[in-house]
């Protein structure tokens, strides 16, 4: 199978993007699917939700990646272990800003992500996963051409699906005008809770305006808060939790995706 990539993107913050990478990632390795997952959010939270330090990985990747002479060194000097079977990573830290920086300054085109990733092609991984920034800027659009899958986590609470909407046009812009080959796998509803009126409010406008692009939903758990803070994903914190079957029904999906 060729390698897959797949892009979480919302430009709002907190709806649970990095929480998706982590769990979806952990979920796909643990079938034994081989992941590489990469930090495009200057934050660097990916890495140290995986318990990972955060490096300046990605700023090397966006600034040197494309055409390396040296593929294999240039590998070696920023792919990361885990300290999973099957999942490795590439940091990121807050000098993926200046790679940003540097590539709107070159005026890259918009499939410089997905050129650059070429370098990862021939080694047998399955899926490519990037964790995105909250924002919509150069980078994030070039995420987003680059995949093959796109997943929106939005969380559940008044006016989240404004935020949906207009990705879904951006892709659509991306679609029409740049000949993206990829899809919108689902919008990912997050934080849902059984007790609010809007949560149901919320997934009756996003099942309104997305039908069957919306995937299993994933309701607001303490204990997912609490993974993240000890670098573990749900898998391993709480297996047996309705997060962890939450998770495993979106790694499903992911595994369906054509
Ligand atoms: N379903 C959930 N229930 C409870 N807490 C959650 C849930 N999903 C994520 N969290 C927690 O909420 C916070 C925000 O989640 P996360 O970092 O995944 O969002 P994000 O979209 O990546 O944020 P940012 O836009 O800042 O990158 C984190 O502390 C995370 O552990
Ligand atoms: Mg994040």
Not at 25 to 41: E, M, N, Q, V
Not at 61 to 68: A, F, K, R, S
Not at 100 to 113: F, G, K, L
Not at 132 to 138: A, D, F, V, Y
């Amino acid at each position: 199978m060729a390698t897959k990539i797949i892009t979480v993107a919302n430009q709002k913050g907190g709806v649970g993007k990095t929480t998706t990478v982590i769990n979806v990632c952990h979920g796909l390795a643990l079938l034994g699917k081989k992941i590489l997952a990469l930090d495009f959010d200057p934050q660097g939270n990916l890495a140290s939700a995986l318990g990972v330090k955060q490096e300046m990985g990605i700023y090397y990747l966006l600034t040197m990646g494309q055409n390396n002479k040296q593929e294999r060194q240039f590998i070696h000097q920023t792919v990361r272990t885990t300290g999973r079977d099957n999942l490795w990573i590439i940091p990121g830290n807050q000098d993926t800003r200046g790679a940003q920086i540097d590539m709107s300054t070159r005026e890259r085109p918009v499939s410089y992500v997905r050129q650059v990733l070429d370098l990862f092609m021939k080694y047998g991984l399955d899926y490519i996963v990037i964790d995105t920034s909250p924002s919509l800027g150069g980078l994030q659009e070039r995420a987003l051409w680059a995949a093959d899958l796109v997943i929106v986590p939005t969380a559940m609470e008044y006016l989240s699906n404004q935020g949906v909407i207009k990705l879904a046009e951006i892709l659509k812009v991306l679609d029409e005008k740049y000949r993206w080959n990829g899809k919108l796998l689902g919008i990912l509803p997050t934080f849902y809770d059984d007790t609010t009126r809007q949560s149901r409010d919320s997934l009756n406008n996003l099942q309104e305006a997305f039908g069957d692009l919306i995937l299993p939903i994933i309701h607001r758990a303490t204990v997912l808060r609490e993974s993240a803070a000890d670098g573990q994903s749900i898998f391993e914190k709480d297996p047996d939790s309705r997060a962890a079957e939450e998770y495993q029904k979106v790694v499903k999906a992911v595994l369906r995706a054509r």
